[in-house]
């Protein structure tokens, strides 16, 4: 990870252990995890929110007062929308992203629940991923939630990746190593 990168997640992971302690100490971790997934599914949906987070152009003022209205809008928490707020006024809402992923980390492990990032070349049944929970959870002693996003640039089979963990089940990986293999008989 670069340095920059580090330092982002550093900020990132520092809101969102803030925001996570002040809503289990107040009772309202279900209402931050309901914010939590519809400020995710907000921003992965709009470009315009993605921009008003990142742009150095927008004036501090207009960031909170655009994330203010989103939070009222959205029906977010009032830890999560004064959040939203101190960041703007700090000019961190670029780690708005990280800090989502953090707390649903965060979130899954107060539930014991552990997050499979799967990436398949379509889209899993509801019998495969029942299969692949099931599995995953025999490996890790632990129920798995699975976070499946679609990737055409796999032929067939499935990235999964748990914590620091990746198992690459996919072709291109299997024709890579085959490549290798033949590389190392010449």
């Known amino acids: 990870m670069s340095e920059p990168a580090s330092i982002s997640m550093g900020i990132a992971v520092r809101y969102a252990q803030a925001v996570f302690d002040l809503s289990r100490d107040s009772g309202d971790l279900k209402k931050l995890e309901a914010d939590v997934t519809a400020l995710d599914e907000a921003i992965r949906a709009s470009q315009d929110l993605r921009d008003v987070l990142t742009s150095p152009v927008i004036t501090r003022e207009d960031q909170g007062k655009a994330l203010g209205a989103l939070a009222s809008q959205m029906g977010l928490g009032t830890v999560l929308s004064n959040t939203l707020r101190l960041m703007a006024g700090k000019r961190r809402l670029f780690v708005v992203p990280q800090m989502v992923a953090v707390l649903k980390g965060m979130l899954s492990d107060n ?13 899993l049944t509801k019998t495969q991923s029942d299969k692949l929970s099931m599995a995953l959870k025999a490996s890790t002693g632990k129920d798995v939630k699975l976070d499946v996003t679609i990737d055409d640039g796999l032929i067939g089979g499935l990235v999964v990746k748990i914590g620091s963990r990746m198992i690459d089940t996919s072709i291109r990986a299997k024709l890579n190593a085959l490549q290798n293999t033949m590389k190392e008989v010449r």
């Open 111 to 123: 539930r014991g629940e552990v997050t499979a990032e799967v990436r398949s070349p379509k889209a």
